[in-house]
């Protein structure tokens, strides 16, 4: 039985072709833009979170210094007593993370986590000459560093690697070497809080295209670092950490910080704003698609209706035979999701290379030599499953009326 | 030997309520025999074409009750009655009714492709002995709406005869041909209830069509006369 009313249907369906296709360009243009725009906007949110990551980690455990004392009086103090303070002031503390190799190892052993480097982070005046910029210094360990944030694909001049080997080394960001006017080989003078000086020699220069990063940022050897801070040779002020899946790094965080006794901060913590709006990025795209696959689904209802009032005798003829109310909605439905799946189909691949041609034009702005693209399974069936559902609604609801048709009113009229 | 009864009506009685409250059927009873040639004759408004529809299972609002071949169909869903139909009925309408997009063979397996108890190939054998025996083979193949009204009509008999309904029903079946075609297309008529012992029953205009039918039931003011 089924198979009579797929043939009506598709007699119905080849009987006006011209009707059929415009019906289906509706959903494929439907579909096709929702794919392209979703890739692009995923373009782009993981461009920005690719150049983010090369500043700072996933996870990042660091040592906030001691407890917040501002307010000493209130839980000290009674209604009888008498309180004068004066000029409080923190007590010396111990900065840095205590045993951070046991907690790399800890951090190593869970199951999401894909690489842990230590850094002893510092902020420092870098001098040459009479040019004073404010700035923070980053010990690093040199491979480790790499191997989570791949910033040797940034460097302009000069070799990442030889951080190992020259102790005195310094690699400077590309606007703070330009703001100090060294170049390789040049020195700089580098100041911290604590009064200590120290002249380094400039063995290579980075670019991130993030301003914030190459206007402040150095990195200098770690064993270098603690050394001239006069540190011990396990210290360590931060850990950064990176794990397989960025947007998911809550349920870690909430795990480590029941056993880490200091802040364990993700990223979308301390970037808000970054993670606002990739956020946003994304609501927008699916807006807009979502009111172009809405339109298309307005415009099947409509080629449906029309159809069902055209046939409407020949639906009337179909129930005086003995063809039942399932039966139509069956006939009327199918030609719906035909065009649904094919409009789905075609859309997915116009959507692919729409997304294809953009990605080849040339977009020279910061570190993007053309537009980003990202291509996910995920998203094209989402569209898919999206069209899908719009056509069978938009099919659903006149295939209805038209099993409801009384075929007596229909054929005496 | 007396022969069985095929339709029975039990006090039918039937209102419409637009443009007014109208009563259109009176309390009408009769029964049909099987085999018969019956035809419902009277003047517009009399209420033959709204008995047909009743009898035909399409018209569900009215009182009283209907039985064809011993099945009370009173009181039975939509979808059983299309059911019904499908096996039992076969229609005839003044306005032939085929779904232009088909062929002429298209149209005439439609109703068994419904009914699914003969496969594809034997319905298409039937098919072709019905077009046969009505003298249209040869337009077989061809779209129904680019037939002429005369080959419609009797496209539409074969139809109507795909499933061997044991009650055809036609609503003006020659009310739009001429004088030759309405001759063949009686004499069809003719044949299967002397033939083929299916009980006919068609709402007509036509005097002389009614005047060569076994039985004329004639309606005025919704009663029989």
Known sequence: ?413 | MEKKIALKANHLVKYFNQPEPFQVLKDLSFEVKSGEFLSLTGKSGSGKSTLLYILSTMDTAYGGELTINGIKLTGKSQDQLAAFRNEHIGFVFQFHYLLPEFTALENIMLPALKLKKKSREEIKEKAYQHLKLLGIEEQALKLSGKLSGGQQQRVAIARALINDPSIIMGDEPTGNLDSKNTQVVFDIFRELSEVYGQTIITVTHDDDFAKNTDRIIEMSDGRLC
């Not at chain 1, 009987?15 to 959903?27: D, E, F, N, W, Y």
């Not at chain 1, 951070?100 to 199951?111: C, D």
């Not at chain 1, 046939?311 to 649904?340: H, N, P, R, W």
């Not at chain 1, 041609?357 to 030599?369: R, S, T, Y």
């Open chain 1, 1 to 413: 039985m089924l198979n009579t009313n797929y043939k009506i249907a598709g007699v119905y369906l080849t009987a006006k072709p011209r009707q059929t296709i415009v019906a289906l360009l509706g959903v494929t243009f439907g579909i096709s833009m929702y794919v392209f725009m979703i890739s692009f906007v995923t373009g782009v949110n993981e461009m920005t979170n690719k150049l983010a990551f090369t500043s700072f980690a996933h996870i990042r455990i660091y040592n906030d210094g001691p407890k917040d004392n501002t307010d000493l009086i209130s839980e000290k103090s009674n209604e009888t007593a008498l309180v004068n303070l004066r000029n409080a002031k923190v007590i010396k503390y111990t900065t840095g993370i205590k045993n951070p190799a046991e907690l790399i190892k800890l951090l190593q052993h869970q199951p999401e986590v894909t690489g842990v480097t230590p850094q002893v982070n510092v902020s420092v005046f870098f001098r040459n000459g009479g040019n004073k910029i404010n700035g923070m210094l980053s010990g690093v360990e040199v491979d480790a560093e790499n191997r989570l944030f791949t910033i040797a694909d940034y460097m302009v001049s000069g070799n990442w690697n030889s951080l190992k080997t020259q102790p005195n080394g310094i690699i400077l960001g590309v606007k703070l070497a330009k703001s100090l006017r060294v170049g390789i080989d040049d020195n700089v003078n580098v100041l911290t809080a604590e009064g200590i000086m120290k002249n380094l020699k400039v063995i290579g220069v980075f670019k991130t295209n993030m301003g914030s990063i190459d206007g402040t940022k150095a990195y200098l050897n770690i064993n270098s670092t603690r050394q001239m801070l006069a540190k011990n040779q396990s210290y360590v002020t931060d850990l950064q950490i990176m794990v397989n899946d960025y947007k998911v790094t809550a349920p870690l965080v909430q795990r480590l910080s029941t056993v880490v006794p200091y802040n364990t901060e993700s990223w979308q913590t301390s970037n808000q704003q970054m993670y606002a709006q990739s956020k946003l990025y994304d609501m927008v795209a699916r807006a807009v698609s979502f009111t172009i696959l809405l339109v298309a689904g307005f415009g099947i209802y409509n080629i449906m209706n029309m159809t069902i009032n055209e046939k409407i005798k020949e639906i009337a003829i179909l129930k005086a035979m003995g063809y039942s109310g399932f039966d139509i909605t069956v006939i009327f439905l199918t030609q719906a999701l035909v065009i649904g799946v094919l409009g789905g189909i075609i859309g997915m691949l116009i959507g692919f290379c729409l997304g294809y041609i953009v990605e080849l034009i040339p977009f020279k702005m910061g570190a993007l030599d053309h537009l980003p693209m990202a291509y996910h399974v995920k998203d094209y069936l989402m569209a898919f499953l999206f069209g899908l559902a719009t056509t069978f609604i938009a099919g659903y609801m006149p295939a209805r009326k038209a099993a409801k048709i009384d075929p007596v009113e229909i054929i005496r009229s």
